[in-house]
């Protein structure tokens, strides 16, 4: 276990990319940052190319970043772990989560949940390729295989390899009959399973997602398991970030991240993707969220969204973010 697993950010595919981590990355030095999942095929058959930088790279501000990784192939996800651990990456995680009939037909993210002994031997020849650790973040269960016994068994195997840290969506999946947003909704979450786990293997690094809110729940399953993950939330409210590093890691108090400081580094961050050829969208998309337990929040949404559709060659995030709440009542 690494300190940064106490708290992290999880992947989600189309919200975690490298702009929303290096906004993330204004609120907490500390917590562990995820990729959006890359499919092992997608590195192993674009090696040395462009295209693999614009998947692959990331600022280095982002560390702690660990990269989550889609397959069931050993002879594609070990070459791809080492092209991970080539780029800095700290930490590499497998998705034997994610329901999707898209990651179903390739087999692999739940689905390998029923073939605990393909997860082993994918971790095993991944960890054989890189020093960095490798991790797997999984199901309670799916389908007809979630009892707290098939559970057991797939960590006892998939432990076998190396593993050492599981990371534990607390709810099972239903492979058919389901969409992943109702994967993600529907099956009850079951924390008592999870710190079940971290009693029956206390040597083993037992990580909780699943519909965590705050710093004062992570708080709270912290009493109980090693780390908790953070998804959804963090997205719609990064904010609550700025207390993770004093509140989680014990840092000493620091000055909050003021907002003029946050969306003046936000512009010239913004601004300097623009200039590199990134599309403003894909920046600014991620600060429409922001502040919304202000008043005024919504006219900052119609405002943000309004720069993105015009697409405007120059522009000024302070200067919005000051037209925006100037007009707040003292
Ligand atoms: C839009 C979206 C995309 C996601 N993409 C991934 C992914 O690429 N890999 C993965 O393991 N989980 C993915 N997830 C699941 C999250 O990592 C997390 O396990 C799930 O949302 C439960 O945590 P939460 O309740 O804190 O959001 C995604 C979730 C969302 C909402």
Not at 105 to 120: H, I, Q, T
Request: hydrophobic letters at 40%; charged letters at 25%.
């Amino acid at each position: 276990m690494r300190d940064y697993h106490r708290l992290s950010v999880a992947p989600m595919m189309a919200y975690t990319d490298r702009h929303f981590r290096y906004m993330m990355r204004l609120f907490t030095k500390r917590s562990l940052l995820y990729t959006e999942m890359v499919v092992g095929t997608t590195i192993t058959y674009n090696l040395k190319s462009d295209f693999l930088d614009r998947v692959l790279g990331f600022d280095p501000i982002e560390h702690p970043i660990a990269i989550q990784l889609g397959g069931d192939d050993p002879k594609i996800l070990a070459p791809a772990a080492r092209v991970c651990e080539d780029y800095g990456y700290d930490e590499i995680n497998l998705n034997v989560g994610c329901p999707s009939d898209r990651v179903q037909k390739g087999r692999f993210g739940a689905c390998l949940m029923k073939e605990p002994e393909r997860v082993a031997e994918v971790v095993a020849a991944m960890q054989a390729e890189v020093s960095i650790p490798v991790t797997v973040k999984h199901r309670l269960g799916v389908d007809d295989v979630d009892r707290y016994e098939d559970l057991c068994r797939f960590v006892e195997v998939v432990r076998q390899c190396g593993n050492h840290i599981f990371i534990v969506h607390a709810r099972k999946a239903w492979l058919k009959g389901l969409s992943p947003a109702q994967n993600r909704n529907v099956p009850p979450l079951r924390y008592d399973l999870v710190y079940q786990l971290k009693r029956d293997y206390p040597d083993l690094g037992i990580i909780i997602n699943g519909g965590i809110g705050t710093m004062d729940e992570v708080l709270d399953h912290l009493q109980h398991v090693d780390g908790a993950m953070i998804g959804r939330a963090a997205y719609h409210q990064p904010e609550q970030f700025a207390r993770a590093d004093q509140l989680i890691f014990g840092e000493s108090a620091t000055e909050p991240l003021g907002e003029d400081t946050l969306i003046e580094v936000m512009n010239r961050y913004t601004r300097e993707q623009v200039a590199l050829g990134t599309k403003l969208s894909f920046v600014a998309k991620h600060l429409v969220g922001l502040f919304k337990n202000r008043r005024n929040s919504r006219r900052w949404r119609q405002e943000i969204s309004k720069l993105i559709q015009e697409n405007p060659v120059t522009f000024d995030l302070a200067q919005i973010h000051r037209g925006v709440f100037r007009m707040e009542a003292p």
